[in-house]
């Protein structure tokens, strides 16, 4: 729910007024029912809210305890808040309101740093001390929720969002070499502290900033998956890796029904989805809210995977809402769909979650979804050829990225560029992390810990809370992923991936939903980029603004607009829309 700003200044100035008023109006869509300013000398904080827990002014933001000092802005949902509130109790504290943002300012006086290992949930939160006058910058184990940094002299400031730092003004907008390289070749996935512009950094996930009252700061990494085994874990009976899985995902669902609020779920007919909507129907839900979206058929490939959607809507008497997209539609969305991007995202199902979002949001304001479970359990197409790596660096550059360095130095014009192979060299840093045993496993923690964070997490986070939505992703509760990171890669990969998951949900869900082809979000008229399309990108890459930043060598645009079908990427993207995005993004975010 919600989101946040704030400003801390290190050189004796008061925090800028102005700048919080416009960095918490540039928030306004993430929390539509409410916005609180807190300015306190050098220290401001400000909060745009989405009523979901403890709807009452009580649980208003910015949040101040007088009497321990301590003020707070959080985004997101700590699920065991109820059971954390019991323990303060039992040591004393007392509660001025019901929700969970009173609890992290609790938790946070009660143990300090070790407050964020008893969550569960998804959260980025700023606590500012009175009495010591440190701030303290925590995100959640999996970034799900945002926290983008702006620093320059004397003075720091945050946010939820990329732009709502572009609003307060005076930041570096030019572009960060290594970002790009990774923009380019790891499949638009930029990692942190990076983002694509030199001035805006962001907070790691899984991490806890304190921030001295003279600008020093340190880190602490508080959580990493550990995917090694046991002798017993291996030699375990699928039978009973399929009980505990089941048991930790049906957990991971209740957990995320926590609410004063309907919760729903976005429903695309694939396994993941079906499956939640599945345990939340077995678990006693009733009257149980889902969406589901289609787009026009494009170039002989269906738009939409009703059929199965449907399926299981109808199999659990869900209240099932479908909604059809146009193409003439799609086309008037994108300018908005950029927009709430924080950073570039390619994917084409980008549009398709805005447009989601937006219908959703008139019915219900927290939905579950689907999201993650591919990284965690092995779903993807890349990772049986990984399994029996003899080079597990090659083996995943060349299965998942767009282009190697030399084919992007041919592409991006050098002054643009780092020295060196960027992408290639991140890679090989994670692969030679301890903790993973396999070349599966170090392939399977790199996308969940780096990949999903800054490319699916990113995206289902910026385009539902473009419209006030909270989504929720139980396949990311931290358990589950320790639980999931432990099963043996081989019951991972069996029946064309993600076995396990399949194993659970055949107790569950119709065979049909299961025995089929993965689907994907399909976007056809952004995936064969013609007509209309064609000319708004070439539009775009021919724009004064476009020359004179000069990102892009003349012959490769050439190449791409006379032959956009010809330059697809190992991931089936399209090289064109790649470019034709980031230039979009720059013009709407930077000018």
Known sequence: MCGFCGEVRFDGSHADAAAMARMTEALAPRGPDGAGLLLRDRVGLGHRRLTIIDLSARAEQPMVDADLGLSIAFNGCIYNYPQL???????????????????????????????????????????????????????????????????????????????????????????????LHTYMTFHAVVPPPRTILNGVRKLPPATIRIVEPDGRSNDRVYWAPEFDRTADEIAMPAELWREQVGAALRQAVERRMVADVPVGVLLSGGVDSSLVVALLAEAGQTGLKTFSIGFEEAFGEKGDEFVYSDMVAEHYGTDHTKIFVASERLMDALPGTIEAMSEPMVSYDTVGFYLLSQEVSKHIKVVQSGQGADEVFGGYHWYPPLAESNDIVDDYARHFFDRDDATLRRQVNPAALCGTDASRELVADHFARSGAGTPLDRALRLDATVMLVDDPVKRVDNMTMAWGLEARVPFLDHELVELAARVPGSLKLKDGGKGILKDVARQVLPAAVIDRPKGYFPVPALKYIQGPYLEMVRDVLHSRAARERNLFQQPYLDALLDDPAAHITPLRGSELWQVALLEMWLQSHVG
Do not use: N
């Open 85 to 179: 509130r019991d323990d303060l109790q039992a040591m004393g504290y007392r509660f001025f309101s019901t929700g969970d943002t009173e609890v992290i300012l609790k938790a946070w006086h009660a143990w300090g740093m070790d407050c964020v290992d008893r969550f569960h949930g998804m959260f980025a939160f700023a606590i500012h001390e009175r009495d010591s006058g440190r701030l303290i910058l925590g995100r959640d184990r999996f970034g799900i929720k945002p926290l983008y940094l702006a620093e320059s002299a004397g003075r720091l400031r945050f946010a939820s969002t990329l732009p709502a730092l572009l609003a307060a003004g005076d930041v570096d907008t030019s572009i960060d070499p290594v970002a």
